[in-house]
C-alpha cells in the first residue's frame, strides 16, 4: 500500500495570484523577488550567503519551472534547460484569505466558504469587553500593546515592560488571530497556555481563526527571544478534512511541527513537535520511518515565514531556503516504491513586499515518487486539489472540494 508525504514551505509563494490585487498584493512574489535580490547582491547575509539564489535541488524538482507558470518569469539565476524528471505546477487559494489555516485547511480538502473575522488597524484594536474579559479570567493587572504588531517588533518595544508589570503583550496582524506573548519565567508557561485557552472561548463569537500562546525567554530588550514552547488555538475545520478520512480508514496521521493546532488536533494520530526547520527536518525523517503503509505525514517548515518573511528579511529568507535545499536529498532518500511526496505552501510572505503581513500568491505543487508522472502538471485553481491527489493515491474516498491532478497515472 501507498504512502503520502505533505511538506509545506511556509510562505513560500510564487507570485501570479489573479486575485492579488484584492488583497493589495498585486505584484507580490516571494520566491521571485527573493532570487531578484540575490541577484542583484542584496541578498548577502554577513559571509553566510552570497551570490545568486542556490536551490539545485528544488530546481531539479521543478520549482523555477512552476514559478515561471504561477507569474510568467523563471526566477532570477534559475536554469532555463533544466530536464526535470518529477511533476511540477503551481496552485491558486480558492479562499477569501492568506492565512495560515485558510492555507492548510484548503490543501486538506476543505476551503474555507466564509472569510474570517479580523480586528481592526488602530490601538486598541480589540473590543474593550474583550479586554476587560481577559484581565478578569487571567487575573491580569492589565494587558499591553492591544494592536497590530510584528512578533519581535512587540518584544523590543514593551517586552521590559511586561516584565516589570506582568501585563501579557497582546497583539494581531492582517491575519484573524489574536497573538499573546509572555515571558515564561517571569509569567509562566501553563499561566500564558490558561489565558490562551480562556480566550479562544472569548472571540469564538468574533469568528477569529487563531490565538496563539507566543512565550519568549531574556531579561532586556537586546536579549529577548521566542522560545519553541508557541501553542495555536485554532477553530477546528467545518468539514472533515484529508486527516480525518485517512484517521477513518483507521491509519496513521502524523503531525509535524504546528499541523496539529492548525487542524485543532482532529484527524491526528501522532504529534511530533519541534523547534525550528532543522529540528523539524530530524523529526520529519523519523516519522518516515515509522510510517507504515497507508499512511500520512503533513509538516510544516515555519522558518521561511515566522523568522524571516515577516521580519521582511530577505539575506535570511534566502540562506534558509538554500539549507533546506542542501537537506532535501534526505527526504528523497527515504521515499519507496508506491510513495508520494508533495512540497508546496500555504501563502506568500515576500520580504520585499510592504508592512509586515502575509502576502495573496500561487504556491508550487511539486509531487515526487518512484513511477509516478513527470512534467508540468498545469495552474490548478485550488489548492483542494493537493488534498485530492493524496486522497487518491492513498485509495480514500473523495472530499467534497478539488479533483485529484493524476487520473489513471497521467496528468489533467
Known sequence: MARAFLFVLDSVGIGGAADAVDFGDEGANTL?????????????????????????NLEQLGIGLAAQL????LPAGFATDINVQTGWGCAAEQSAGKDTITGHWEMAGVPLQKDWGYFPNST???PQDLLRNMIRLGELPGTLCNGHGSGTGVLDEYGVEHIKSGKPIVYTSADSVIQ???QEEFFGLERLYNLCAFTRQLVDPLNIGRVIARPFHGK?????????GRRDYSVP???PTLLDRVEDDERSVFAVGKIADIFAHRGVTDVRKANGNDAMFDVTLQAMDDAADGDFVFTNFVDFDQLFGHRRDVPGYAACLEHFDGRLPELSEKL???DMMIITADHGNDPTWTGTDHTREQVPVLIVGPGLPAGDLGRRTTFADIGETIAQHLGLPRGNYGKSIFDK????
Open 124 to 126: 486598541p484594536a480589540f
Open 70 to 73: 504561477a507569474s510568467g518569469q
Open 409 to 412: 497515472g497521467e496528468i489533467r
Open 237 to 239: 475545520p467545518p468539514e
Open 180 to 182: 499573546i506573548a509572555a
Open 220 to 228: 532586556t530588550a537586546d536579549g529577548f527571544e521566542r522560545t519553541g
Open 32 to 56: 521571485g523577488h527573493i532570487a531578484q535580490a540575490c541577484a542583484a547582491g542584496k541578498g548577502d547575509q554577513h559571509g553566510l550567503r552570497s551570490g545568486p539564489l542556490n536551490l539545485p
Open 336 to 338: 519507496r516504491q508506491g
